[in-house]
Every structure is written in structure tokens, then in C-alpha cells.
Nanobody, 118 residues
């Protein structure tokens, strides 16, 4: 069983930066991809970024050039570096994991809140 724990959220002014962390534990070798999603009240959960086990990355158009997904193998942690934050980036951010041979992200963290003030 894989577990994910997000951290690093907080309050930041527009134009500032935050780095979110997602610590993975358990059978992490079964991870095909890890991704970040975000959700605000009354809105659907939206894809932000993902990274496969072999390093392929995908970003939502709204965050391209501002966000970077990366990983630290020694710490078994995935990061989301968020630069030039905008008020519309305000959301709860969730880390998710897609296992090999699975069509969806089926392991989720509890979320970490990001608030960007104008």
C-alpha cells in the first residue's frame, strides 16, 4: 500500500513562490506516474502537472512556464515548484499516484492549501 503526504502550502502574495512536497511511502516502485491536482470550492478538481517513472512530464496550460514538477529519489519525495503565483492559483493541492497497469490515479494525499493574495 502506497501513502502520500503533501506539505508546503501556505499564504503568499501574487508573484511569490512556494514549493509543495509529496512524500511517498510503501510500494513506491509500483508508481507509473505521480501528479499534482488542485481544487477550489464549487469547482472540479483539475490536473496541474505529472511526471512518469522515466521522467516524462506534462503540465496544464495554465501553469506552463511557472510550475515545475521534480523528484528527489534519495528522499522519496516529489515536488511542485510554483513560481510567479497568481490569485487564480489559490486552491487545495493534491498529490496523486498512478500505478503500473492502472488507467487512473488511484492513490491520493490529503491535500495542502495554497492561498495567493493580490
Amino acid at each position: 500500500q502506497v501513502q502520500l503526504d503533501e506539505s508546503g502550502g501556505g499564504l503568499v502574495q501574487a508573484g511569490g513562490s512556494l514549493r509543495l512536497s509529496c512524500a511517498a511511502s510503501g510500494r513506491t516502485f509500483s508508481s507509473y506516474a505521480m501528479g499534482w491536482f488542485r481544487q477550489t470550492p464549487g469547482k472540479e478538481r483539475n490536473f496541474v502537472a505529472s511526471r512518469t517513472w522515466n521522467g516524462l512530464t506534462v503540465y496544464a496550460d495554465s501553469v506552463k512556464g511557472r510550475f515545475t514538477i521534480s523528484r528527489d529519489n534519495a528522499k522519496n519525495t516529489v515536488y511542485l515548484q510554483m513560481n510567479n503565483l497568481k490569485p487564480e492559483d489559490t486552491a487545495i493541492y493534491y498529490c496523486a499516484l498512478q500505478q503500473f497497469a492502472r488507467p487512473t490515479y488511484d492513490v491520493w494525499g490529503q491535500g495542502t492549501q495554497v492561498i495567493v493574495s493580490s
